[in-house]
C-alpha cells in the first residue's frame, strides 16, 4: 500500500513557474514508477510524465516536454515535476501516482494516487 501526497500548487501568471512535490508513504517507494498526470474542467485525465523506479528513464507528453521536469529522490520518497513557462492551458489538477513495471502512459496502469493539487495560470 502507498498513500501519495502532491503539494505545491498555486496560483501563477503565464510564464512562471512551479515544482510540484508528491510525498509517498510506504517502505517500497523505490520499487514504483511515478507519474504525474493532469486534469481540467470537463476533460479527461491526461499523461503529464513518469519515471522509472531507478530515476534513469523519464517520459513526457509532447504538450510539456522542454518545459516540465520529473525527478525523484528514493531517500526522500518524494517525486518533483519542475514546470517552467507555464501556459494557460496548463492550468488543471495535478496528480502523482505509483505504477508497478515499466512506464506508462495510461492512468488504468497505475494503482495508487494522490488526491490532487490545482494548478492555475493566469494570462
Known amino acids: 500500500q502507498v498513500q501519495l501526497v502532491e503539494s505545491g500548487g498555486g496560483l501563477v501568471q503565464a510564464g512562471g513557474s512551479l515544482k510540484l512535490s508528491c510525498a509517498a508513504s510506504?517502505?517500497?517507494?523505490?520499487?514504483?514508477?511515478m507519474g504525474w498526470f493532469r486534469q481540467a474542467p470537463g476533460k479527461e485525465r491526461e499523461f503529464v510524465a513518469a519515471?522509472?523506479?531507478?530515476?534513469?528513464?523519464?517520459l513526457y507528453a509532447d504538450s510539456v516536454q522542454g518545459r516540465f521536469t520529473i525527478s525523484r529522490d528514493n531517500a526522500k520518497n518524494t517525486v518533483y515535476l519542475q514546470m517552467n513557462s507555464l501556459e494557460p492551458e496548463d492550468t488543471a489538477v495535478y496528480y502523482c501516482?505509483?505504477?508497478?513495471?515499466?512506464?506508462?502512459?495510461?492512468?488504468?496502469?497505475?494503482?495508487?494516487w494522490g488526491q490532487g493539487t490545482q494548478v492555475t495560470v493566469s494570462s
Open positions: 501516482a505509483a505504477a508497478y513495471g515499466n512506464i506508462r502512459v495510461g492512468p488504468a496502469y497505475y494503482d495508487y
Open positions: 510506504g517502505r517500497t517507494f523505490n520499487t514504483y514508477v
Open positions: 519515471i522509472s523506479w531507478t530515476g534513469g528513464n523519464t
